[in-house]
């Protein structure tokens, strides 16, 4: 079945504790991006990747990492988290940035930071 | 900036009815426009994409327009169903800037 993973779905850590959160597709998409929502802003693009080794910043990229070491996964890293990033994080892929294929999304994960 | 906006915020319809879900959007530089629905708790589904070069697409009771220079979109919802119930959302690729934009969503209830 094509699809976007994540892992994990919920997590819950304090301050300064450095998290990684996993997104892998089985679709062999080259674009690869990150999302936060906040109820009240909306969803908010963090990081993109148009390919591998390819990784750029979307509107809201402090305090986090992405690395595109291979085409299927795309991790999300936070090296300090702060009680500001708590928020439900989607990770999206799709064919190309070329605005031809629509974006298919991860079931999400729910992190909360104390 | 781009910016989306979608009207109305929530909207609640008895089961049956016709009903319209619009987007706007500030930059007509856009690559395509596509509406999500999303259910509690749950991750993003596609519904339509509307590539710029399109005026609309349709999927079953769905049919999403495209008007490029005014920077609109609607999301026609025919013969409304209780599981229709969610939020619709509106996205749209900048054609400069490679990013997904969203609007904050429409909250649709669909009374029985």
């Known amino acids: 079945e094509a699809q976007v993973t994540q892992n994990p779905r919920y997590l819950i850590t304090v301050t300064g504790k450095k998290l990684t959160v996993t997104c892998s597709q089985n679709m062999n998409h080259e674009y690869m991006s990150w999302y936060r929502q906040d109820p009240g802003l909306g969803l908010r693009q963090i990081y993109y990747?148009?390919?591998?080794?390819?990784?750029d910043k979307g509107d809201v990229p402090e305090g986090y990492k992405v690395s595109r070491k291979e085409k299927r996964n795309f991790p999300l890293i936070l090296e300090s988290p702060s009680p500001n990033q708590t928020s439900l994080y989607f990770c999206?892929?799709?064919?190309?940035?070329?605005?031809?294929?629509?974006?298919?999304f991860g079931p999400g994960t729910r992190l909360t930071v104390t | 900036k781009q910016e989306v906006t979608q009207i109305p915020a929530a909207l609640s319809v008895p089961e049956g009815e016709n009903l319209v879900l619009n987007c706007s959007f500030t930059?007509?530089?856009?690559?395509?426009l596509q509406w999500f629905r999303q259910d509690p708790g749950k991750g993003l589904t596609s519904l339509l994409l509307?590539?710029?070069?399109?005026r609309e697409q349709t999927s079953g009771r769905l049919n999403a327009s495209l008007d490029k220079s005014s920077g609109r979109s609607t999301l026609y919802i025919a013969a409304s169903q209780p599981g229709d119930s969610a939020t619709y959302l509106c996205a749209v690729l900048g054609g400069a800037t490679n990013k997904l934009i969203f609007g904050t969503g429409t909250l649709l209830a669909v009374q029985p």
């Open positions: 930059d007509s530089a856009i690559y395509n």
């Open positions: 999206a892929s799709s064919s190309s940035w070329t605005g031809v294929y629509e974006q298919y």
């Open positions: 990747s148009m390919n591998v080794e390819v990784t």
């Open positions: 509307i590539q710029s070069s399109q």
